[in-house]
């Protein structure tokens, strides 16, 4: 990932159901593969609980079995507690390939008592540059929370305890990529990003505070699993698909409130608005958008 820093019961056929619903089981064991950092990724509870942990010699991750096109993912992440300055906790959605298309959410550490900065992007194509970051409104060390990302063919939601803080529309009509074509797997990893994600790189690490762990539960991927070139919501069916609202999910008035209130209060960098760094002219999407 390229990074910026800134200041029903339904009746449907067995196999398809089989598809569909496989996303949705919530066990570790079953749904992601331990990628890297040795003993330092663990599944735990009997698949029920998750644990990444970084130390001075390496971090870990892991990543979703399944591959998804569309789709309404969940996660409850409790993150590195303490003086967790250097380190990132990276929690997103990726295709794969120079091209890919790549929906962020990213957790930099702090300084004991700072908050938490929340990192978000949207590539396509390849191209990313449309950061969004927030200050948390509770300690996010101190009990999991619910992280969400809801990407349909109209929008993509970012949502912390079901309070959207991001939109991205899909604005092709005026020419702006969405992501669409390019299946995605889940991916999150615990790293070391001292040189620049805390205060740009001020704040190094203190591995004296190591090891650093972050805790994952009740992953649910609500989901079109994407499987030898189709989707499962693009077979056939007699009836509709159950939790299915994410499909055509955008914001109702009460959400739209919620999202002015963290966008004014908790937001501390909008690409849209840093007409420094667009000198010829800031993206098409920032001009005719309500949403970023």
């Not at 957790?107 to 969004?132: A, I, M, W």
């Not at 009509?173 to 790293?191: A, D, E, R, T």
């Not at 693009?234 to 959400?255: E, H, M, P, R, V």
């Amino acid at each position: 990932m390229e990074i910026y820093v800134f200041s029903v019961i339904v009746f449907l056929p067995s196999l398809f159901m089989a598809s569909f619903m496989a996303a949705s089981a919530g066990n570790f064991n079953q749904e992601v593969d331990l990628t890297w950092g040795g003993d330092r990724a663990k599944i735990l509870s009997g698949g029920s609980v998750l644990s990444l942990t970084l130390d001075k010699v390496s971090g870990s991750g892991f990543q979703s079995k399944s591959e998804y096109l569309f789709g309404r993912i969940d996660m409850q992440i409790k993150l590195v507690g303490g003086n967790s300055a250097g380190s990132v906790t990276a929690y997103y959605l990726s295709s794969e390939g120079p091209y890919h298309d790549e929906i962020d959410f990213e957790f930099l550490g702090n300084l004991s008592g700072e908050p938490y900065t929340v990192h978000t992007n949207v590539y396509t194509q390849g191209k990313g540059d449309r950061e969004q970051q927030f200050h948390l409104w509770f300690d996010p060390t101190k009990d999991f929370h619910l992280y969400s990302v809801v990407w349909n063919h109209q929008r993509i939601i970012f949502l912390v305890d079901d309070t959207p803080i991001r939109v991205y529309e899909n604005q092709e009509s005026i020419g702006v990529p969405f992501p669409k074509n390019q299946p995605m797997k889940l991916y999150s990893s615990l790293w070391n990003a001292d040189q620049w994600a805390t205060r740009g790189g001020l704040v190094k690490a203190d591995w004296s505070k190591a090891p650093f762990t972050a805790y994952y539960r009740n992953f649910k991927a609500n989901a079109c699993l994407w499987s030898s070139g189709s989707s499962s919501c693009s077979l056939k069916t007699t009836s509709s698909i159950t939790n299915n609202a994410w499909q055509t999910q955008g914001l109702d008035s009460t959400s739209r409130r919620s999202l002015r209130w963290v966008q004014k209060y908790y937001m501390i960098y909008n690409y849209c608005t840093d007409y420094k760094r667009f000198p010829m002219g800031r993206p098409r999407e920032c001009r005719l958008s309500k949403h970023f």
